[in-house]
């Protein structure tokens, strides 16, 4: 019998994940059904209880109900602890599992696909929202020294002193007006400042050489990653060398490196993403 699952969102028309977990299912051999569903913004709940009654074996969970799908869980892994959102549930009779599969898949894309590995890099995660929560942890754990930016100076206090006990991590609030240049080997940009086509308050010298620039939206080429080639084609032009200039990613190899995590949690296999990212780069 096909087991089902589904990713639940609103809006979720755009959505590629049935997209991706239709070509993991096929490269693997695993017998699956995937779906999108929209579901009301009160009504995420009762939609994942019919989905358990219904007989599906789990479902991924986008904006905005991963903090609701972190409260209906009743066993959390400890990404999905730190995190304090989930992405993935898994149904197992009573049981809801609840898995944050985001950094994890966001680490896999830094280190393999882009072979930048991150133990002892400097590493600044801008912003202080789900999504930086859901990064935060497995890029300690990779051995990162981490520091936090965000607009909102409690917000990045509370986030640093959240994560504190887990690795070392510092909040930096306005580069303009600290003293001190500041240098860091990978910037992450985790807010949705390209979706408004704004750019986060950044100054040219906050790149070191070599440094990767990565944001976690797809699909187009936001200010952040303007930014970040006009600096390492400056680099390049004063001499440093193309090799030491700017590397700069979107989102598209995270969102498949995550979904490949979670059809890891839910059927015990390991999908080969990079043919995936490669079909999902033709289409878009």
Known sequence: MTDKYAVIGNPIAHSKSPLIHRMFAEQTGQDIGYEALLAPLDGFSATVERLRKDGYKGCNVTVPFKFDA?????????????????????????????GNTDGA?????????????????????????????????????????LALMNRTREKADQFAIYLGKLGHIVAVYDFLNEPGRKQFDLI????????????????????????????????????????????????????????DGIGVADGLGMLVEQAAEAFYLWRGVRPDTAPVMARLREVA
């Open 70 to 98: 972190f409260k209906i869980a009743t066993q959390l892994t400890e990404r999905a602890q730190a995190a304090q959102a989930v992405n993935t549930l898994k149904f197992d009779g009573n049981i809801i599992l609840g």
């Open 105 to 145: 898949g966001m680490v896999r894309d830094i280190e393999h696909n882009f072979r930048f590995p991150l133990r002892g890099r400097q590493v600044l995660l801008i912003g202080a929202g789900g999504a930086a929560y859901g990064v935060a942890l497995p890029i300690l754990q990779a051995g990162a020294q």
């Open 188 to 243: 992450i940009n985790a807010t949705s400042s390209g979706l408004s086509d704004e750019m986060p308050p950044l100054p040219a010298t906050v790149f070191a050489p070599g440094a990767l620039a990565y944001d976690m939206m797809y699909g187009r080429e936001t200010p952040f990653m303007k930014f970040a080639r006009e600096q390492g084609a400056a680099m390049a032009a004063d001499g440093i060398g193309v090799t």
